[in-house]
């Protein structure tokens, strides 16, 4: 796997390193020695997968609070997401700044969300699915989000919205 460090701290676009041959290609996804050595929540307790019938569809920005925080691997195994997030540690020198990178299942790219960020997406395909790592366990109790579109934030979404839940309008501005 290859580690690319974003200009959040913490964050990191992993991709894949394939050992190709006439079958095709073998490549490691994870690995919890390698997510150590890189000072990454290399523990995963959760799997989950996020099934999407229109492009458009938008699902974020959500967080796990205290003491119930998560890190999660992301990663889109079918059609393409513009996924971002967000830092929300106060004390880091970019919180409140963003990020956007596009997953696909034709780029194989992942992102690592570090523990205190939000994360969202929006779907650039239809059919797209997306697969989880998680660090905790699910914990509604400890669920937050913002609107996707607080201007606290001013995150650009390349489609129009097709598709959110009421869940996801019904979030207060981050402020």
Known sequence: MKFT??????AFIIDLEPNRDERGFFARTFCAREFAQHGLESAVVQCNLSANLKAGTLRGMHFQQPPVSEAKLVR??????????????????????????????EN??????????????QTLTDDAEIEYQ?????????????????????ICWPLPISVI??????????S
């Open 134 to 154: 998680m660090s905790e366990f699910h914990a509604p109790d400890g669920a937050g989000g913002f609107r996707y579109d607080d201007p606290a934030f001013a």
């Open 165 to 174: 839940s009421p869940q996801d309008l019904a979030w207060p501005p981050f």
């Open 76 to 105: 889109c195994v079918r059609g393409a997401i513009h996924d971002v997030v967000v830092d929300l540690r106060p004390q880091s020198d970019t919180y409140r700044r963003h990020l956007a990178v596009e997953l696909s299942a």
């Open 108 to 121: 194989r790219r992942a992102l690592f969300v570090p523990s205190l960020f939000a994360h969202g997406f």
């Open 5 to 10: 460090e974003t200009p959040l701290q913490g």
